[in-house]
Nanobody, 121 residues
């Protein structure tokens, strides 16, 4: 199984920046897609940004040009640099990883515990 540990959340003023990190550990054969989702109070969890192992990215329209996802495959870590933050970015941010336990396994999805990001106006 893969354990995901997030860090870097906090309180920031509008226009500020934060950097989230998510490190994967445990026993697994391969991690393909890693990325970030978020959930604001009373809303469904939504995609923020994801990146495949080969570097293909996908961003939510609302964060394009402000957020940048990056990844260190050697460290099994994914990052989310968030700039020009807005109050509407306030949410719990969850890390997600799609991984194979063994070379012959299907991909399975694990989630981190979440980290709070609060943007004040």
């Amino acid at each position: 199984q893969v354990q995901l540990v997030e860090s870097g959340g906090g309180l920031v003023q509008a226009g500020g920046s934060l950097r989230l990190s998510c490190a994967a550990s445990g026993r697994f054969f391969n991690i393909n897609v890693m990325g970030w989702y978020r959930q604001a109070p009373g809303k469904q969890r939504e995609l923020v940004a994801v990146m495949s192992k080969s570097g293909t990215t996908n961003y939510a329209e609302s964060v394009k040009g402000r957020f940048t996802i990056s990844r260190d495959n050697a460290k099994n870590t994914v990052y989310l640099q968030m700039n020009s933050l807005k109050p509407e970015d306030t949410a719990v941010y969850y890390c997600k990883a799609d991984f194979k336990q063994y070379y012959y396994s299907d991909y399975v999805t694990n989630w981190g515990q979440g980290t709070q990001v609060t943007v004040s106006s």
